[in-house]
């Protein structure tokens, strides 16, 4: 069968240099404080990462780094943006609490977006997905580690989206976006085991046509990739999966954030996509 014919379509994104960039602390299992950083290989790995969107023809704005803040590299997590409507993020660990006041900022200080102060708990695009042409415009919300259930209902009500809920039960992957992706406007990627039994049922209703990573694949980070829908930037210790998107008709685009999943992200956790 001949794959479906793939179209990219330009995007802006937000991302963060992570000049700080450090493992002080411990929020999730891949962050290990006894094994030493290197920021200076991290930045220069980001900023390949960065290079590689712009010369996709994409448009990338940046936040600037604050010290004492080394998780803001993952840029991802700073809110939700639908039709210029920006929902901030309300973080889980007081770590990274301040990390919302930056963002807010960028967005407050744009005449395009409308910013939405959050009131429950949630961690942006860590935990919600969007996806315009499906079902009319949905999108999927993940629970059970850092993001409230409560919020997808507010979420739902300052995007004016219906948001799916969708249970995260392995704390391995323990933001949606290391364990489901978007590949165009109307299709994902996922891994089933991240899920519970009912939440897998949701998404196999919804999407019949999802490309399924198995388990080595989402221990690689292979789902936490960023698509343009067709050009499909992911990180480079996840090549059994880049060739199941290309089967499946896409363009695998590899760069190495080796250093930067220390941290517990890898190319999704550094891009969020604002969508004025």
Not at 42 to 62: E, I
Not at 163 to 173: A, E, G, M, T
Not at 209 to 214: E, G, I, L, P, Y
Request: with cysteine.
């Amino acid at each position: 069968m001949i794959p479906t014919a793939r179209q990219s379509r330009p995007r802006t994104y937000l991302m963060c240099a992570p000049e700080h960039f450090v493992v002080e602390y411990a929020i999730n299992p891949w962050m290990d404080t006894t094994a030493p950083v290197d920021t200076a290989l991290a930045v220069k790995q980001w900023d390949a990462l960065r290079q590689t969107m712009v010369d996709l023809g994409h448009t990338v704005h940046l936040l600037t780094p604050q010290a004492g803040l080394p998780d803001m590299v993952f840029a991802a997590n700073g809110g939700f943006v639908v039709d210029g409507v920006a929902y901030g993020a309300k973080f889980r660990y007081p770590q990274r609490a301040d990390e919302a006041a930056a963002h807010r900022a960028f967005y407050e200080s744009r005449d395009e977006y409308a910013f939405v102060a959050p009131t429950q708990t949630n961690e942006g695009e860590g935990d919600f997905a969007y996806l315009p042409d499906a079902h009319g415009g949905i999108a999927l919300a993940g629970y059970g580690f850092r993001t409230e259930p409560a919020a997808h209902a507010e979420a739902a009500e300052a995007l004016g989206r219906p948001v799916i809920s969708l249970k995260l039960v392995d704390p391995r992957f323990y933001h949606l976006d290391v364990a489901l992706t978007v590949l165009d406007d109307e299709n994902i990627a996922y891994y089933p085991g991240a899920f519970s039994d009912a939440s897998q049922r949701v998404i196999a209703q919804l999407f019949p046509n999802a490309v399924v990573a198995d388990e080595a694949d989402a221990l690689a980070f292979a789902l936490n990739l960023v698509s343009d829908g067709r050009n499909v930037v992911i990180n480079t210790e996840s090549t059994a999966f880049a060739a199941k998107l290309t089967a499946a008709g896409y363009h695998p685009v590899l760069v190495d954030l080796a250093e930067l999943k220390r941290g517990g992200g890898s190319v999704k956790c550094c891009i969020a996509e604002l969508r004025p």
